[in-house]
């Protein structure tokens, strides 16, 4: 496929990069009052997250340090089938740490709500989760998301980090992937 060809793939642009930047400074704001005074360790879920991640732990000023981890539960199918594998583990000890998670989407909200429980586990001071998009009419799971960027419609997007098959990552905006892509 060539370069050229993407822009026949989506549809409807929901988000602009100006869009996501200025909504991350936002969210940057309230998570430094939030956290003042405290450590704060981002952990970001691979590789979906990684453009928010860059993007908000460098909008922060203040100390943070990050982490990834990656975990599983799509392959190439549309939609999540609610199992979830580590495919790889943090580095670092979350006990007695501010932890926030970095997320991407959240759609149906079980890898999520599975990852909460994981690191839960684990013993941190704090467990937060912040995540740039939410589909509010996809949710199996009660997430409690304390920072959120958008809520969108339940159509399946790409871009800023999200893929269809591994194609579309470096989009820099948010739009929603045409149907004949996957039909
Ligand atoms: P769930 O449904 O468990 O989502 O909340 C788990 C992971 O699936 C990916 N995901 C998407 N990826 N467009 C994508 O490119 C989407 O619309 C979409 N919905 C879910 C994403 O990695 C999320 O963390
Ligand atoms: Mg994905």
Redesign the pocket.
Known sequence: MLPEDISSDLDTVLLTEEQITARLAEIARKIEADYEGRDLLLVA?L???VMVMADLARELERHVEIDFMAVS??GKS???S?V?RIVKDLDVDLSGRNVLIV????????????LRRNLQSRNPASLEVCAL?R?PD???VD?DAKYVGFDIPN?????Y????AER??NVRGVAV?APHVYS
């Open positions: 879920v590789k979906g997250a539960s799509y549309t939609h999540s609610g979830v997320e991407d989407i959240i759609d149906s909200g079980l890898t999520l709500d599975w998009l589909k996809a949710l199996k997430i159509d399946f997007v790409v871009g980090g999200l893929d269809y579309y990552r992937l």
